[in-house]
């Protein structure tokens, strides 16, 4: 069973995931370890059905995630997809482990943070920025709805064009009641031009802000 750990409605993609601009520069071979990392994380995150296969899939690929940030400690891309595949891990895992896994991907996303916040459209504050509104408060967890809207209003301004630190500010707003506010962000993110290397991703993340302002919608 899914832990509820992290408050994930059931029209989110996932928790903390992201869609980065396409790799570029650096070490070819290193970018190619990450691209696999984004690539298996979107055939599990959108084609197995949720459950344990596809728990078991993503703890896999963590490990493999783990493998290679131990490697590469100081490269920010591995920071960043190790973060995110950790975050996607806590978020299917069980109360237990949950908030441990969390803590590890908060620390993986702020030391990315600390070394390129732009890297990949804004990947570490949009993934910080989502595990901060995500995650509870104290006492039980680190949740920060303050930090959250400082990081994803930074990660929106550093990716103007970025799918989802446009997809996580709106659902962020959206989560806040600032309904007027989310459907400018939502719609401002369906606008951004499509991801023909990322077809999966793109469409997913679309057809979910489309909902989104659906649901909006309805409350009127």
Not at 37 to 48: A, C, D, G, P, R
Not at 164 to 176: I, K, R, T, V
Request: charged share 25%; glycine share 6%; hydrophobic share 45%.
């Amino acid at each position: 069973m899914r832990s509820k750990f992290l408050a994930i409605a059931s029209v989110c993609i996932g928790a903390a995931v992201l869609a980065g601009q396409a790799l570029a520069g650096g070490d070819p071979a290193i970018d190619q370890d990450v691209h696999g990392l984004q690539s298996k994380w979107e055939t599990i995150k959108f084609s197995v059905p949720e459950g344990d296969k596809q728990t078991a899939q993503m703890n896999a690929l963590g490990a493999d995630a783990d493998a290679l940030a131990a490697k590469y400690p100081d490269n920010v891309k591995v920071l960043i997809w190790d973060g995110i595949i950790t975050s996607e891990r806590a978020s299917m895992a069980s109360a237990l482990s949950a908030l441990g896994l969390a803590k590890r991907a908060r620390d993986l996303l702020e030391k990315a943070d600390k070394m390129d916040p732009a890297a990949l459209d804004a990947g570490a504050p949009t993934s910080l920025g989502v595990l901060y509104y995500r995650v509870p408060g104290f006492p039980i967890a680190f949740g920060d709805k303050d930090k959250a809207r400082r990081l994803l209003q930074q990660a929106v301004q550093l990716a103007p064009n970025g799918l989802d630190a446009w997809y996580f500010y709106a659902d962020f707003l959206y989560n806040q009641s600032e309904y007027q506010k989310a459907t400018e962000a939502f719609t401002h993110a369906l606008s951004l031009p499509k991801h023909p290397d990322r077809p999966l991703w793109d469409e997913n993340r679309r057809l979910v802000i489309q909902e989104m302002l659906d649901k909006i919608r309805s409350k009127s």
